[in-house]
């Protein structure tokens, strides 16, 4: 059982480029959310998705686009990365009594 | 919008001390989770709390939820070097599933 991967681990952008952060899950959980964070303000939740082909946005969802195709992955799009969105990026999937397993991160630099 | 704040931001103690991390709101959670995590990695779960004055306990680690389901405290009991990490309470709204709120963590360093 892996968990929660998330690929890569790390990742310098250009302003303007776009990119896909992987996340999959192999614990069957229907909920998933992606989140950033940044120093001193915690995780802040920019996608959520309920099950395959539903999705909601969080508290930050712009400049990123999220799908969910299968219940195992859960990709987040950066459309036009920008120095905002330099972070490091979390990925959950949200098991029974509404615990988050996290994956190991993905860290963003955006020059 | 629900906030969490949490106090203090930094925390930096001797081995054997004890001490308390806090988190308050003026909205009320239907529950409240803690979360340690360590440098390069994801948090992960230390307890969930669901009742209004509920307290639960981890070996040295007593969480605490409020009675009115606003604030909950996480205190440890002679620290440890191993206690050493960012220390993240979260409260979820109870209006959808798994939809989480955190506070923006307590860096705790507890020096040998």
């Known amino acids: 059982n892996a968990g929660v991967t998330q690929t890569p681990k790390f990742q310098v952008l250009k302003t303007g480029q776009s990119m896909t952060l992987q996340c999959a899950q192999d614990?069957?959980?229907?909920?998933m959310s992606w989140y950033r964070q940044d120093p001193g303000m915690g995780l802040r939740l920019i996608h959520y998705?309920?099950?395959?082909?539903?999705?909601d946005q969080g508290e930050v969802p712009n400049g990123y686009n999220v799908s969910r195709s299968t219940t195992e992955d859960f990709p987040l799009r950066l459309l036009s990365a920008a120095p905002s969105q330099t972070s490091v990026y979390f990925c959950?999937?949200?098991?029974?009594?509404?615990?988050?397993?996290f994956g190991p991160g993905t860290r963003l630099l955006v020059l | 919008t629900q906030l969490l704040e949490q106090s203090p931001q930094f925390l930096s103690i001797q081995e054997g001390e004890n001490l308390t991390v806090y988190c308050n709101s003026s909205s009320v959670f239907s529950s409240l989770q803690w979360y340690r995590q360590e440098p390069g990695e994801g948090p992960v779960l230390l307890v969930t709390v669901v009742t209004g004055g509920e307290v639960k306990k981890l070996k040295r680690l007593t969480f605490q939820f409020g009675d009115a389901r606003k604030d909950s405290s996480l205190h440890i009991t002679a620290a440890q070097t191993g206690d050493t990490g960012l220390y993240l309470c979260a409260g979820e709204g109870g209006t959808s599933y798994g939809k989480l709120t955190f506070g923006q963590g307590t860096i705790l360093t507890v020096h040998p």
């Open positions: 614990m069957n959980h229907e909920y």
């Open positions: 959950a999937s949200i098991g029974p009594t509404e615990t988050q397993y």
């Open positions: 998705s309920v099950g395959a082909g539903i999705t």
